[in-house]
C-alpha cells in the first residue's frame, strides 16, 4: 500500500511567500534570524543536512516473521529508548500526517520524541536555538540508526526528519500517542511539556497503533492563556477549530513571523511559557526553572498571567 499526503507543506525561507509578502510590508530584504545565525549553529545545521542523505539504504534479504504487531511496537518502543530517544509510539500511516503529492510506500509510521533541557531558558534566545538544532541533530541520528535496525530484519523503512522529510510531525506524534495539542500549537507530552523535538520512520514492518494520549490539556487550555499573553506577535487565537476530528488551535503565521523570523533572535516563547513543562511531571526544580523564566517575561512587561479567569477553580496542581 502507498499514501499519497495530503497536507500542505510549509516552505521556509524565501520559498514561503506568506514570509515574502511579511518582509514588503515591513520593508525589509534579509530575513534577520538566519543571517544572525553563530557558526556553532551553522555547523548543526550542516550535520543535520549530511544525516539526511542516509535516510534509505539497502533492506536485508531475509525478512523476519512478526505473528503480533503489539509485541513488535513494544520491541521498538524499547529499542528507540535504547537509540537515546525519550518517548516513541506507532500509528498508522494517513494522507493527512503526509507532505501534499508526496507517495511513501509505506503502511506504518513511528514517532518519537527527544526532550530538550529547559534549562538553557536561563541563558536567552541563542542557547534555546543551539539545544533546539542540537536535539533535531539527535533526533536524526535515532532515525537513520531505527531505520537500519528495521532494514535489518529485511522489512523496508525510511528515516524523516522533521524539516527535511516529508512527514507532517504533530499528526503523525498524537496519533502515535505522544501527547495532545496545546493552544499554542505544539503537541505537549506529560512529562516533558512541550519542550522535545521529533524524529520519524516510516515503514511496513507490522506494528499496532498507539493512538492519541489525553490527559486533560486542551480542557486546561480552554481555561488559560499564558502562551497568548505572552506572545509577542498576539499570534495564538482564543478560537480553536476541529481538523481530521482533533481540536487545534491554529497560530497566525502573519502575526509570528515578524518575531520568529525577522528579528535577529529565536522566538520559542510561547512553548516556554507552558506551565506543562512542570505540571503534570510534578518536578520541583522544573517549576522553580519555570518560576524564574515566567518572572523574566513579567519584568519584560509581559502580562503574565492570570493563570485561571477571576472566579475559575484553581487546578490542584497549581494551588502551592
Ligand atoms: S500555556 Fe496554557 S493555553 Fe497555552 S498551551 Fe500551555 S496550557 Fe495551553
Ligand atoms: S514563536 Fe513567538 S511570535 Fe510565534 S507564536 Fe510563538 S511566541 Fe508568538
Known sequence: MSVVGTTKRRNHGFKDPLLVQVMERMGVDTIAFYENRGEETRKL??????LAECREEPVAGRRRPVPDAQAMSKEIEALCLELGADAA???????FMVDEGVELPHEYVISFLVAEDYGVTRRGPYAIEYEALSVYTRCCEIADQLARAIRGMGWPALAHHNGGGEIQAIPAMYWSGLGELGKHGSLIHPEFGASHRPGFVTTDLPLAENGP????????CLNCDICSLNCPGEAIPDEAVVTEGVRRWITDVERCYPYSRLRTEYCHICVDACPYVHLENRDSSLKALYKEYMGNRKTAGYRTPAWFPDGAPLPPNLED
Open 213 to 220: 494520549l489525553i490527559f486533560g490539556v486542551q480542557d486546561r
Open 89 to 95: 509510539g506507532a500509528a498508522g500511516l494517513r494522507p
Open 45 to 50: 545545521r550542516r550535520r543535520w543536512k549530511e
